[in-house]
T-cell receptor, first 112, second 112 residues
Framework: AQSVSQHNHHVILSEAASLELGCNYS??????LFWYVQYPGQHLQLLLK??????LVKGIKGFEAEFIKSKFSFNLRKPSVQWSDTAEYFC??????????FGAGTRLTVKP | ETGVTQTPRHLVMGMTNKKSLKCEQH?????MYWYKQSAKKPLELMFV???????ENNSVPSRFSPECPNSSHLFLHLHTLQPEDSALYLC???????????FGPGTRLTVL
């Protein structure tokens, strides 16, 4: 069965620092890839998604992610974080219909 | 009202109680999902309904019983739960079962 790994459980950064959150998955076939964000007290919302095409995907709020098929990775990046980016970030992979798998999440704390 | 709504937002129940969680989506989607979110664990997919038919049941104990009366509504009936069932239960919907899912705010369930 497919699995999704997020390597960092908690990341603490200062404002303006660059961010990279790791995500690896185990399935070798065609996948749809997602990053979701959960701000404190709010529901999960989509940051960005990759289905096909350009492996560098741009999402909302200045986030981007790069799909590297050879590394089974879909890392999330942002060049300069803000305090308002404090949230929990979830990577998700859909390799089969009806079977979205999520990582355990990475909590990001941005210090002002 | 737009998006995915869930009621109640908080629920405390004893192990012998019977209760139901309700989810409603206003997005015109044809697939709906129940997830369990526990601290420091990946989101666990519980049930998937596509076109009002259950298409996935991820080895969920029978004390959880889903119901999908139409494409806009999804229920999770709970009975004789255990304290370890305490978690945030999330509902989501999507158009088809391959793409982006839209999440509700969740029901925070505490089983005493």
């Amino acid at each position: 069965a497919q699995s999704v790994s997020q390597h960092n459980h908690h990341v603490i950064l200062s404002e303006a620092a660059s961010l990279e959150l790791g995500c690896n998955y185990s399935y070798g076939g065609t996948v749809n890839l997602f990053w979701y964000v959960q701000y404190p007290g709010q529901h999960l919302q989509l940051l960005l998604k990759y289905f096909s095409g350009d492996p560098l995907v741009k999402g909302i709020k200045g986030f981007e992610a790069e799909f590297i098929k050879s590394k089974f990775s879909f890392n999330l990046r942002k060049p300069s974080v803000q305090w308002s980016d404090t949230a929990e970030y979830f990577c998700a992979v859909n390799a089969w219909a009806n079977d979205m798998r999520f990582g355990a999440g990475t909590r990001l704390t941005v210090k002002p | 009202e737009t998006g995915v709504t869930q009621t109640p937002r908080h629920l405390v129940m004893g192990m012998t109680n019977k209760k139901s969680l309700k989810c409603e989506q206003h997005l015109g989607h044809n697939a709906m999902y129940w997830y369990k979110q526990s601290a420091k664990k990946p989101l666990e997919l519980m049930f998937v309904y596509s076109l009002e038919e259950r298409v996935e049941n991820n080895s969920v104990p029978s004390r959880f019983s889903p119901e999908c009366p139409n494409s806009s509504h999804l229920f999770l009936h709970l009975h004789t739960l255990q304290p370890e069932d305490s978690a945030l239960y999330l509902c989501a919907s999507s158009q088809g079962t391959w793409g982006e899912q839209f999440f509700g705010p969740g029901t925070r369930l505490t089983v005493l």
